[in-house]
């Protein structure tokens, strides 16, 4: 398959102008708005509607999505989010209930909270979610916050939060946040936790160990109930990274686990889309005795009635406005009804099913870090061919662009060197699988130069990633304020002016 990504020369569209008056009548106003209200300094361009159609149009087409193609990115779990939930998210019931409503106004959306909830307990094995964080780093925040309260409650102070070197970097970045010092403990040569490394970590200091299992690697955690047993034995909690959740689902739960807390990632697990920083959705399960502490308002249902609950003292308080990203959780609802108690179960043994099958076609080529079987991911390690010839893990992502594949997680988890993390998930078939494995062997094999030089058929070719991860203007608005001030001033610069992150300044006129 020979893949050419569109380039279109776009424009801001606050830059577009040229209204024709041909196409659409104006609409009668409806709304009288008050003169006082009424802005004039806007700049809101009045466009024909096939104008702003194209405009996005053409922007997509420069882009990639789980709609286009596959998408491995490991981690990530880029599944295929299926249109059902869409139609179901956009019905005027959902889109247009206000969060300000009257509880009695809206029972109908307050039960599907309710009934998420309960299938979220009955997946994870906890006894109560709360669905208010926006993501998963912030159901991990919001689950260090409980784990600090509930530690607090008992007249403890503990300082320390374990958590293992192939844990995913939001991980620390959260229980440091929560005010608690990371202690990291290593990974063992089975690709698991280092069990005698924890004990040796544990303490009455210790407030929580953080894990994602199946971790990071792919892998299983082989000791994970010696671990539980560690850790509960100095009176710490355990807290369930649930990114990983599309590996298990159906055959065993962080409750099964024995774990305290767990976090969804219900744009990984549940077929809602992810967002660059959201909408996702991150709720968090506790066991009965961490309930009192979860975010407010909790929606509580008495006899065929649902109403919120803020009378919670012990609760951490609100970590979200209003209930949660509601459009989300309707999606992740509906993907759980659809697919039942089977299905999950289903969805997990296919994920796990392709990851091993493509780990099974690659393992000639590749090194293979850790031998053993693996659930939904795997890590390859492009060391040998960078070695032979030069192409790093960062040059084999780039390149399977011009084959309209996304590259796959780089560089994580840190401990294996030159790493590809690859998730195929559950919805890819077979046909996608090999052609993947092949193309990815065939890029082994090419003209080192070519492979470096890719992406050849991109609308962007490279762009610099350590300027792009430090500067963090992520607008083009925010770009052209930053270079020049304003519009004018980056039309008159532009001209010969290199910009180091981002192609489409080089292309304005
Ligand atoms: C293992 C793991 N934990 C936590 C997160 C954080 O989730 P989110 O991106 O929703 O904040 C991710 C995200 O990729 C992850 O892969």
Known sequence: MTYRQATYDV???????????????????????????????????????????????????????????????????????????????????????????????????????????RSLCAISGMDAVSLQPAAGAQGEFTGMLIARAFHEANGENRTEVIIPDSAHGTNPASAAMAGFDVVVVPTSPSGCVDINALKAAVSERTAAFMITNPNTLGIFEEDIVEIVRTVHGVGGLMYYDGANLNAVMGRTSPGAMDFDIVHFNLHKTFATPHGGGGPGAGPVGVTKKLEPFLPVPRVVREEERYFLDWDRPQSIGKVRSFYGNFAVLVRAYAYILRQGGNGLREVSERAVLNSNYLKSRLTPAFDMPFKQLRKHEFVLSAKKLKDESGIKALDIAKRLLDHGVMAPTVYFPSLVDEALMIEPTETETRETLDRFAETLLSIAKEDPQTVKDAPHNTSVRRIDEVYAAKELVLSYLGLKRKLTGNLEGLRANAAGRKCESCSLILDTK
């Not at 361009?45 to 702003?52: A, I, Q, R, Y």
């Open 11 to 117: 424009r801001l569209i606050q830059e577009m102008r040229g209204k024709s008056d041909l196409t659409l009548p104006p609409l009668k106003r409806e709304v009288e708005v008050p003169s006082n209200l009424l802005r004039t300094d806007l700049d809101i361009p009045d466009l024909e509607e096939n104008e702003v159609v194209r405009h996005y149009t053409n922007l997509s087409q420069m882009n990639f999505g789980v709609d286009n193609g596959f998408y491995p990115l490991g981690s990530c779990t880029m599944k295929y989010n299926p249109k059902y939930a869409d139609l179901l998210a956009s019905l005027p019931a959902v889109g247009e209930v206000h969060p300000f409503e009257d509880e009695e106004g809206i029972q109908g959306s307050l039960s599907v909270l309710y009934e998420l909830e």
